[in-house]
């Protein structure tokens, strides 16, 4: 059974029994079964089914509260905020009574995005093995650290019911969880010394839009709802066309592949429909719908955000739909403005740098935001790196200073001013750690510019807390650019060893 059907699979499955507790036993969300993790210090929703009118009580560790389900059979309490700590018995009682055991009170992240959030920790068909994913498997006995995989499941209405469990950390299960997420809860799990839950929700090649509700594309983004009927539309006519085309196309194909045959060559691909944008999980709000709001109003610390290749190519939309994004998963979790973290999308030949510069953008103009910058830990040639260590472990560092206030730099030097003084283009940046460093040898990927169009490399070197930028040819510069390649080769770091941002000092 592929992904998908085995997702649709659950979905039914959890919907089968959504309908049997409206005709009698309380049913829990799928997000509440043995060995999860609650978020600590805050109000804990708790959410369900059971017959209309049925009196629900739940429990938690002597706190006990109460709700009658709605004409609908929907019910929900919410738990005091309580400290860390487990395991816990909850437990839900009304005419029937269900016990959830190895349950813990403890710091929950949502992970979501695409591809590099979904890449597990252990072997995936097509792609390269995670570095030391081996050693890591064996030695992941974190019994405090807990994944819940959200099932695949596109939606074009809103959905209340997913399917999936939590996992309890070992080297029998961790080879299953994301590994981005994975190498961010044990580092938050060493530091804090608490339970951390990771709520995994994510699918490969998907672009932002499908992240978001579909009211607020409609009023803020009708360009992405017209693109989508106009598809739609094409749909409509190039398929009949195929149809009358097949047996024409079909025989020409089998021609081909006797051909191809002797001459020793590969066969080309057996022509096929085009595909309907209609059921593709592309299509605008589908995942928001089937694997975001079922998960609410879940308590979470905050977010991990790892996505933007989709966007690759529409990257000025993505300065602008980014940010809607993360304003509006705050506005429906009714959380306030939660820490939302993101990864910033590595070196690749096929991935621009005006996309880094959105993300850049987005850290520079929405509150309570971190970029994890992953100039250094990129693969040229694939857009899966393989190392993912270092990025949930500077995910850690950043909720470490943003939801738990830690001291502490989590970020490389971002660039903040330029200043043109004789001919030199003098930078200030903040997050400068101890200092400014250059990493193995003078500093490199800086340009500059005469006429903000034709930039020429350029000498960069640092001048106490800024970096001075020239070139023999330009004696009147207007702009400066660091690290604006697909692939950049950069070396500006702070003394925490962690790398700037590339970035332009003109405005795009």
């Known amino acids: 059974m592929n992904g998908l059907n085995h997702s649709a699979a659950l979905i039914a499955l959890a919907t089968f029994l959504v309908a049997i507790s409206t005709r009698a036993d309380v049913t829990p969300h799928a997000l509440f079964t043995p060995h999860g993790v609650l978020q600590r210090e805050m109000p804990i929703p708790v959410w369900g089914k059971a017959d209309p009118g049925e009196n629900v ?15 609908a059979g929907d019910w929900l309490v919410r738990l005091p905020a309580r400290p860390a700590g487990g395991p816990f018995m909850l437990t839900l009682s009304g005419k029937n009574r269900i016990e959830l055991n190895d349950v813990w009170v403890g710091e929950v992240w949502l992970a979501s995005g695409q591809s590099n959030m979904e890449r597990q920790l252990g072997l995936r068909n097509g792609q390269q093995p995670l570095e030391n994913w081996e050693q890591e498997v064996a030695s992941a006995n974190y019994p405090q650290i807990r994944h819940f995989t959200v099932a695949r499941t ?4 809103t959905l209340t019911v997913t399917a999936g469990k939590w996992d309890v950390c070992s080297p029998a299960t961790v080879a299953q969880f994301t590994a981005v997420g994975y190498y961010f809860a044990r580092d938050l799990r060493r530091k804090l010394g608490v339970a951390v839950g990771v709520i995994h929700s994510s699918w490969g090649g998907t672009p932002a839009e499908t992240w978001m509700r579909r009211d607020l594309l409609t009023s803020q983004f009708p360009e992405v709802i017209t693109a989508q009927e106009k598809a739609v539309a094409a749909y409509d006519i190039a398929l009949p066309k195929f149809k009358a085309e097949e047996p024409a196309l079909l025989k020409a194909w089998e021609e081909a592949v006797a051909a191809a045959k002797v001459a020793g060559k590969a066969a080309p691909a057996k022509p096929a429909p085009p595909r309907n944008p209609s059921t593709t999980q592309n299509r605008p709000a589908s995942l928001y719908q089937g694997m975001i709001t079922p998960l609410q109003p879940y308590a979470i610390r905050g ?6 290749e989709s966007n690759n190519g529409r990257t000025e939309a993505y300065r602008t739909l980014f940010p809607a994004l993360i304003r509006d998963w705050r506005a429906q979790w009714g959380q306030g403005d939660f820490p939302f973290l993101f ?5 690749f ?6 996309l880094r510069d959105a993300q850049l953008h987005t850290w520079h103009t929405t509150p309570n935001t971190a970029m994890v910058v992953t100039t250094d830990v990129g693969d040229a040639d694939d857009i899966h790196p393989t190392r993912k260590e270092p990025v949930g472990a500077r995910l850690a560092l950043a909720a470490r200073a943003l939801a738990y206030g830690e001291a ?5 030097p971002r660039f903040q001013a330029a200043t043109i003084t004789g001919g030199k283009v003098v930078l200030s940046f903040d997050h400068l750690g101890g200092g400014l460093v250059a990493k193995d040898g003078p500093l490199r ?20 807390d800024t970096v001075e930028v020239s070139a023999v040819t330009v004696t009147a510069p207007v702009a400066v650019r660091y690290g604006w390649t697909n692939v950049p080769d950069v070396n500006l770091y702070n003394t925490a060893g962690l790398p700037a941002s590339p970035f332009r000092s003109d405005t795009p």
């Open 57 to 71: 009580t739940v429990v938690l560790d002597g706190a006990s509260v109460s709700a009658a389900a709605n004409a």
């Open 154 to 157: 596109p939606s074009d209405t």
């Open 303 to 308: 977010v991990l955000w790892y996505q933007g």
């Open 343 to 347: 990864v910033q999308i590595a070196p």
């Open 349 to 354: 030949r096929g991935i621009t740098p005006e």
């Open 408 to 412: 502490l730099d989590y970020s490389g």
């Open 445 to 464: 990927g800086f340009t500059i510019s005469a006429d903000g169009k034709t930039f020429v490399p350029a000498e960069a070197v640092i001048a106490g």
